[in-house]
């Protein structure tokens, strides 16, 4: 397996990264508390905060920070999560 493959693998290689993605990319420029991911998704707290974890280590979603809350979105500057965006738009 490539190294591209690896990657690929690693960011859709699971139904939570997909649902979290599938929800981050329905909004490109709305961010999202991790509880709202949580209730939109029906994945556990612990589920999303892993997915959040790898998906972030590629550059697809970026994290701000406003005080104690963390407000997730997929990273538009990102040229692998525009394609993301593209495939979950059908294009």
């Given at each position: 397996?490539?190294?591209?493959?690896?990657?690929?693998?690693?960011?859709?290689?699971?139904?939570?990264?997909?649902?979290?993605?599938?929800?981050?990319?329905?909004?490109?420029?709305?961010?999202?508390k991790?509880?709202?991911?949580?209730?939109?998704?029906g994945?556990?707290?612990?589920?999303?905060?892993?997915?959040?974890?790898?998906?972030?280590?590629?550059?697809?979603?970026?994290?701000?920070?406003?005080?104690?809350?963390?407000?997730?979105?997929?990273?538009?500057q990102?040229?692998?999560?525009?394609?993301?965006?593209?495939?979950?738009?059908?294009?």
């Amino acid at each position: 397996m490539s190294q591209r493959e690896k990657i690929i693998a690693d960011i859709l290689g699971s139904k939570a990264k997909i649902k979290i993605l599938a929800l981050l990319c329905r909004n490109p420029y709305h961010e999202y508390k991790m509880g709202d991911i949580v209730e939109k998704t029906g994945l556990t707290y612990r589920t999303v905060s892993h997915a959040i974890h790898m998906l972030k280590k590629h550059g697809i979603i970026k994290i701000n920070r406003y005080g104690p809350a963390k407000l997730i979105s997929i990273n538009t500057q990102s040229p692998l999560a525009i394609k993301i965006i593209r495939l979950f738009e059908g294009r």
